[in-house]
């Protein structure tokens, strides 16, 4: 089994295009400059030009009323291709300063994408179908992406199988302290949708009358962990996920780097 230690190690090194610091004139270049829309347009641009209802079915925590004030605007501004070539290059000059670690990454990781199952995963399977990149340290972030796209894509599926919707599932990680108090406003969900969650936390007894998260249901949102690790892993092959396993060590020193 893949450690919850590595999962976190790819999603810090995938995080590294996020930053507003790390954009440079990239983005301004291509006319993009709201902060929302840089986030969803990058994203969401692997799947294309992509619907307000595609964006949020795939992103899964965020409201539809937040995400229709960016998407589909965005692609009047930009195309999705170019987002994509600006968000790799953003991604490359990020991970410059660990070049060498970066490049004994790539290499290693070779082969880990083949052995994949994305049926249910669209987010991985976009980010999988755009042009594998020459340079080591941008291929690094390519395959990485397509890894913690791939645990997200899974994590919604087992998230929607416990009966969450996308306010429930935010306000249950508030609640066990996976996610600041700010992650309302941050999803996009009404005072409604959100106190309709908690009221449904509430009668589940996943948390008590001020919200803080009860032993079930601290105790539930790390099953539901648990179940998206192995929804995850059981999308690998026996060869992708021993090379996956191998390399564990490789994340975590590239993750603790970029964290330092």
Not at 68 to 93: F, G, M
Not at 135 to 156: C, F, I, M, Q
Not at 190 to 205: I, K, Q, V, Y
Not at 227 to 238: C, E, G
């Amino acid at each position: 089994m893949v450690s919850e230690a590595t999962w976190q190690a790819i999603s810090t090194i995938h995080q590294v295009v996020y930053p507003k610091q790390a954009w440079g004139d990239d983005y301004a270049d291509l006319g993009l400059t709201n902060s929302a829309m840089i986030y969803f347009a990058s994203r969401a641009a692997p799947l294309g030009p992509a619907s307000a209802e595609l964006t949020t079915a795939a992103f899964f925590g965020f409201s539809i009323d937040l995400i229709s004030e960016q998407i589909p605007a965005a692609w009047d501004i930009a195309t999705p291709d170019s987002i994509v070539s600006a968000r790799l290059s953003i991604a490359t000059r990020a991970l410059a300063p660990h070049a060498d670690l970066a490049t004994q990454f790539a290499d290693s990781l070779s082969g880990v994408l083949d052995g994949i199952t994305l049926g249910g995963a669209p987010m991985a399977a976009a980010q999988m179908a755009l042009e594998m990149p020459e340079d080591p340290v941008a291929r690094l972030w390519h395959k990485v992406t397509v890894l913690r796209e791939l645990r997200g894509d899974r994590h919604w599926a087992v998230l929607a199988t416990a009966g969450l919707n996308g306010a429930a599932a935010n306000a249950l990680a508030v609640a066990t302290g996976r996610q600041p108090q700010g992650r309302q406003k941050l999803t996009g969900w009404s005072d409604d949708a959100w106190n309709g969650a908690l009221a449904e936390l509430s009668t589940r007894g996943w948390i008590d009358a001020d919200g803080t998260a009860t032993e079930s249901g601290i105790a539930a949102r790390n099953q539901l962990e648990a179940a998206t690790s192995r929804a995850t892993v059981a999308s690998f092959d026996t060869e992708s996920l021993a090379r996956l396993v191998v390399n564990e060590p490789l994340l975590m020193a590239l993750a603790k780097a970029l964290s330092a």
